[in-house]
Each structure stands twice: as structure tokens, then as C-alpha cells.
């Protein structure tokens, strides 16, 4: 019974133990789990970003490989277009001296549509579209008095004037159509030799060597390259002179017009009087006589002035310079020039203007002609009519 009681008794000592194990191992496995856990949960993490950059950096490819296309294409249209459009203006100079005026125009309305004038009511549209055409123009002719214009819309006019005068239009084409020109002139002295051009270039793109070709063939083709690039360098030298005659021409009519002014203490009242300021005054009424507008600051134009003998005589060399003594002033820029720097285009000039293209470019003899006409009518004119009058 003792025995039976001691083996009953280790029996039950030994079950505590084998629970224990068995806690033990589940404990165990826990930790071992817990441990994996954590590094388990960060893989997922890393995985995830990787994978976010790897497709965000394709989207990127994609995208850069689309804008590329798209932008190649764009270029290829652009550089197309504005190819066409170049050649389609080059053929009609008709078309472009209305794209010119009229965006010109349009955009001298809108300014002086935007600006407040010195004088309400505001003019009517119709009356300042008429203005800025009219000043563009250099025409003249306006149904609002100049007095009514504030001083930030006078200088509008004055820009117009600037870029609607003969001189700056035609110092404006020769800069943007010398090659047309040229290209015009080679076809006129030498028309059997852009044929052979033609036909050199067949040639180099059928045989790409220039062996079997005729030498006398060769030889025009290499006088019209140069001829070519001659008559571009006159064409932009002369571009260069009138482009200089005319900012000349300009700045000394400011200064002489503001000097008088200056010096006149009538005329100095009589435009504070009208609210009217002296730079604004001597600047638009220099432009408007270098480029022949006509127009002035004040409603009474000239006649104001009809007791000031002197302006009205500083003011006739401008109108004169402008116009009809333009060319023969312009020959004697380039004489000057040539005279100074001692450069043979300048004779060049001189000696064969036709080849310019230039149609204020003229012969000696006419410019001769000219200046004598201008200066005979004015000094008839002013002998018949102007020493007997009350003003001198």
C-alpha cells in the first residue's frame, strides 16, 4: 500500500512538470514568432516603396518620351508654318504692308482707347480708330482736336508717326527683304546663270561631285555666289546709313524744335497756357514735320506760330528732310562716310545704286534735280509770298 501510495504520489509530482514543459514550449514558439514578426512587418514596407519608385520612374520615362514627341512634332509644325508663311509673304508684299498697318493701327486704338484723355467726354471708338489710322498713315486727318489728347496719348501719336513715316518703312524693308532684293537682281543681270545654279544643284543631288561637270558652268555659279553676298553686304551697309540718317534726323529736330522753345519766352507761355508740356511738344511736333504728318499738339496747328517767323523756318529744313531732300541727303550720308572710314562700299554705293534695290537710292543727277526743285519752289515761294506779308 506504501509502494502504491509513493507511485500515486510521483504520478502526480510528474504531471505539474510535463504541463510545465508544455507551457514552456508554447512560450517558446511565442517568442520565436514575436521575434520574426517585426522583421516580417518591415519587409512588407520596403517592398512596397521599391516598387512605388520603380513605377513612378517609369510614369516619368513615359511621360519624358511623350513630351519629347509631342514637343519634336510642335517644333516640326512651327518651323513649317512660319516657313510657308515667310515664303507666301516674300511673294506678297502687298499682304504684308497690311498686316503691318493695320495691327499697327489696331494697336494705336487700343492704346488711346485705354488711356484717359485730358478733356471728358471721352471720345467716341470711331473717332480714335479714325486718329490712329490717320497718324499711322501720315495722313493728316483727325475729328478729335489734339488739345482734348492727354499727354500719355500724344506720345501714342508720336510712336504711330515713328512707325508709319516713309523713311521708317522703307528703312524697315530694306533691313527684312535685302535678300529678295538681291535674289531679284541676279535674276535681272544674270538669268542664264541661275539656270546653271539650277542645274548644278540637280546635279550635286543626283551625283554629289562636281567632276563631269562643265567648268565655264562652274565658273558663273561661283561669280553669282559672290555676286550674291556682295549685294547683301551693300544692302545691309545702306540699312545701316538709313537707319542712322533717320535717328539722326530725328534727335536734331527734337533739339532744335526744345532749344527754340526754350529761348522763346512767347512760345514758352503760350504752351503753359494750354496745359501743354514742352518736351511732349517739341518731340511730337519734330516727328511730325521729319515724317510729314502735319499734326501738332494744339488745336490751331501752325498758325499759332504765324508771328514767329523763325520756328516756322527752323521747322521747313525738317519737313524737307523727310521728303523730298530724303535721297539726296542719304547720298551725301554715304559720301560723308566713305569720306571718313575710307571703305570702297561706300563708293560702290554710289557709283551703281540700282543694285541696292533701294528705290530712294537714286543717280547722281536726279538727286541734283531734286535739291534744286526743292530749293528754287521755297525760295520762290518765300520771296513771292512771304517777305511782303506782315510776319517778316
Same mark, same amino acid.
Given at each position: 500500500?506504501?509502494?502504491?501510495?509513493?507511485?500515486?504520489?510521483?504520478?502526480?509530482?510528474?504531471?505539474?512538470?510535463?504541463?510545465?514543459?508544455?507551457?514552456?514550449? /508554447?512560450f517558446?514558439?511565442?517568442?520565436?514568432?514575436?521575434?520574426?514578426?517585426?522583421?516580417?512587418?518591415?519587409?512588407?514596407?520596403?517592398?512596397?516603396?521599391?516598387?512605388?519608385?520603380?513605377?513612378?520612374?517609369?510614369?516619368?520615362?513615359?511621360?519624358?518620351?511623350?513630351?519629347?514627341?509631342?514637343?519634336?512634332?510642335?517644333?516640326? #509644325?512651327?518651323?513649317?508654318?512660319?516657313?510657308?508663311?515667310?515664303?507666301?509673304?516674300? /511673294?506678297?508684299?502687298?499682304?504684308?504692308?497690311?498686316?503691318?498697318?493695320?495691327?499697327?493701327? =489696331?494697336?494705336?486704338?487700343?492704346?488711346? !482707347?485705354?488711356?484717359?484723355?485730358?478733356? !471728358?467726354p471721352?471720345?467716341?471708338?470711331?473717332?480714335?480708330i479714325?486718329?490712329?489710322?490717320?497718324?499711322?498713315?501720315?495722313?493728316?486727318?483727325?475729328?478729335?482736336?489734339?488739345?482734348?489728347?492727354?499727354?500719355?496719348?500724344?506720345?501714342?501719336?508720336?510712336?504711330?508717326?515713328?512707325? *508709319?513715316?516713309?523713311?521708317?518703312?522703307?528703312?524697315? *524693308?530694306?533691313?527684312?527683304?535685302?535678300?529678295?532684293?538681291?535674289?531679284?537682281?541676279?535674276?535681272?543681270?544674270?538669268?542664264?546663270?541661275?539656270?546653271?545654279?539650277?542645274?548644278?544643284?540637280s546635279?550635286?543631288?543626283?551625283?554629289g561631285?562636281?567632276?563631269?561637270?562643265?567648268?565655264?558652268?562652274?565658273?558663273?555659279?561661283?561669280?553669282a555666289?559672290?555676286?550674291?553676298?556682295?549685294?547683301?553686304?551693300?544692302?545691309k551697309i545702306?540699312?545701316?546709313?538709313?537707319?542712322?540718317?533717320?535717328?539722326?534726323?530725328?534727335?536734331?529736330?527734337?533739339?532744335?524744335?526744345?532749344?527754340?522753345?526754350?529761348?522763346?519766352?512767347?512760345? !514758352?507761355?503760350?504752351?503753359?497756357?494750354?496745359?501743354?508740356?514742352?518736351?511732349?511738344?517739341?518731340?511730337?511736333?519734330?516727328?511730325?514735320?521729319?515724317?510729314? #504728318?502735319? =499734326?501738332?499738339?494744339?488745336?490751331?496747328?501752325?498758325?499759332?506760330?504765324?508771328?514767329?517767323?523763325? =520756328?516756322l523756318?527752323?521747322?521747313?529744313?525738317?519737313?524737307?528732310? *523727310?521728303?523730298?531732300? =530724303?535721297t539726296?541727303?542719304?547720298?551725301?550720308?554715304?559720301?560723308?562716310?566713305? /569720306?571718313?572710314?575710307? /571703305?570702297?562700299?561706300?563708293?560702290?554705293?554710289l557709283?551703281?545704286?540700282?543694285?541696292?534695290?533701294?528705290?530712294?537710292?537714286?543717280?547722281?543727277?536726279?538727286?541734283?534735280?531734286?535739291?534744286?526743285?526743292?530749293?528754287?519752289?521755297?525760295?520762290?515761294?518765300?520771296c513771292?509770298?512771304?517777305?511782303?506779308?506782315?510776319?517778316?
Amino acid at each position: 500500500m506504501k509502494t502504491e501510495s509513493v507511485a500515486n504520489s510521483h504520478n502526480l509530482n510528474s504531471k505539474p512538470t510535463d504541463l510545465q514543459q508544455c507551457r514552456m514550449r /508554447r512560450f517558446s514558439s511565442v517568442l520565436v514568432t514575436m521575434q520574426h514578426f517585426p522583421s516580417n512587418i518591415a519587409m512588407k514596407p520596403m517592398l512596397h516603396s521599391s516598387e512605388v519608385v520603380r513605377t513612378s520612374k517609369e510614369k516619368v520615362k513615359h511621360l519624358h518620351e511623350f513630351l519629347s514627341l509631342r514637343l519634336g512634332s510642335i517644333s516640326k #509644325c512651327a518651323n513649317y508654318f512660319f516657313r510657308r508663311s515667310y515664303m507666301v509673304l516674300q /511673294r506678297n508684299p502687298l499682304l504684308v504692308h497690311l498686316i503691318y498697318f493695320m495691327s499697327i493701327s =489696331f494697336t494705336g486704338f487700343l492704346a488711346l !482707347k485705354n488711356l484717359t484723355p485730358q478733356h !471728358k467726354p471721352t471720345p467716341r471708338s470711331l473717332d480714335l480708330i479714325f486718329t490712329s489710322v490717320s497718324t499711322q498713315t501720315v495722313s493728316s486727318m483727325a475729328t478729335v482736336e489734339m488739345e482734348d489728347f492727354s499727354d500719355q496719348q500724344l506720345w501714342v501719336l508720336i510712336l504711330l508717326m515713328l512707325l *508709319g513715316g516713309e523713311v521708317f518703312t522703307s528703312m524697315l *524693308g530694306l533691313h527684312l527683304n535685302d535678300r529678295a532684293n538681291t535674289y531679284e537682281i541676279l535674276q535681272k543681270r544674270l538669268p542664264s546663270t541661275c539656270k546653271d545654279i539650277d542645274f548644278l544643284d540637280s546635279v550635286n543631288r543626283s551625283w554629289g561631285n562636281m567632276e563631269d561637270i562643265n567648268p565655264e558652268v562652274t565658273t558663273s555659279h561661283k561669280q553669282a555666289q559672290e555676286s550674291k553676298s556682295m549685294n547683301q553686304k551693300y544692302c545691309k551697309i545702306l540699312a545701316h546709313v538709313v537707319a542712322g540718317y533717320f535717328v539722326v534726323g530725328v534727335i536734331c529736330s527734337c533739339l532744335v524744335v526744345t532749344i527754340h522753345i526754350w529761348t522763346d519766352s512767347e512760345a !514758352k507761355y503760350l504752351l503753359k497756357s494750354k496745359n501743354i508740356k514742352i518736351w511732349t511738344f517739341a518731340i511730337f511736333t519734330a516727328v511730325s514735320s521729319f515724317v510729314n #504728318c502735319g =499734326f501738332t499738339p494744339v488745336n490751331d496747328n501752325m498758325s499759332i506760330f504765324r508771328k514767329n517767323p523763325g =520756328f516756322l523756318l527752323l521747322v521747313i529744313p525738317q519737313i524737307l528732310a *523727310g521728303n523730298t531732300l =530724303f535721297t539726296p541727303l542719304l547720298r551725301l550720308s554715304i559720301w560723308a562716310l566713305g /569720306r571718313v572710314s575710307r /571703305r570702297e562700299e561706300y563708293t560702290y554705293i554710289l557709283q551703281y545704286p540700282g543694285e541696292t534695290g533701294y528705290t530712294f537710292m537714286q543717280q547722281q543727277k536726279n538727286a541734283i534735280n531734286l535739291v534744286l526743285t526743292a530749293v528754287g519752289i521755297t525760295a520762290v515761294v518765300l520771296c513771292y509770298f512771304g517777305w511782303v506779308s506782315k510776319a517778316f
